[in-house]
């Protein structure tokens, strides 16, 4: 969910109970109880994350027929996405992605592509964003 709010998304979360950390995120609405498809209104991107499998698969099946993406995050087949594991330096961000089979796979292997990138490639990529927007201005 914090990670959503980075880039700007207002985010909800359903849950009967909520982690202490979950509760001090900041962008982050926290509903308390059961999922019910009036949780759906006014959504377009929705992720299932619950711990049943049959309620995931029913939030699914809701959106589908709303027309909004949903993510299941125990059924890639039910999911109309999958994120990114990002790594984020400066001006550079670096995503890996294994379609959601292996979150832990894609998130250590964007440490470690982050790890290779030196303080030299990161100002180089400066000089080359002043100048595109040098040649925008033009």
């Given at each position: ?32 109880g059961?999922?019910?498809?009036s949780?759906l209104?006014?959504?377009?991107l ?12 029913e ?8 027309g909004?993406?949903?993510?299941t ?6 999911s ?25 796979y ?11 990138i ?14 595109r ?6």
């Open positions: 969910a914090e990670k959503l709010t980075e880039f700007g998304a207002d985010v909800t979360c359903v849950s009967e109970k909520f982690s202490p950390g979950f509760v001090g995120l900041t962008k982050v609405s926290c509903v308390k059961s999922y019910n498809t949780h209104n006014g959504m377009s929705v992720v299932a994350a619950t711990d049943d499998p049959v309620v995931n698969t939030i699914y099946e809701n959106c589908q027929l709303r909004i993406l949903c993510m995050v125990d059924a890639t087949s039910a109309d996405y999958s994120f990114m594991a990002t790594e984020v330096k400066d001006d550079l961000l670096i995503g890996v992605s294994t379609y959601g089979k292996s979150p832990s894609s998130k250590a292997l964007a440490g470690q592509l982050m790890a290779t030196s303080d030299q490639q990161l100002d180089a990529l400066e000089q080359m964003i002043k100048k927007k040098k040649n925008q201005s033009n």
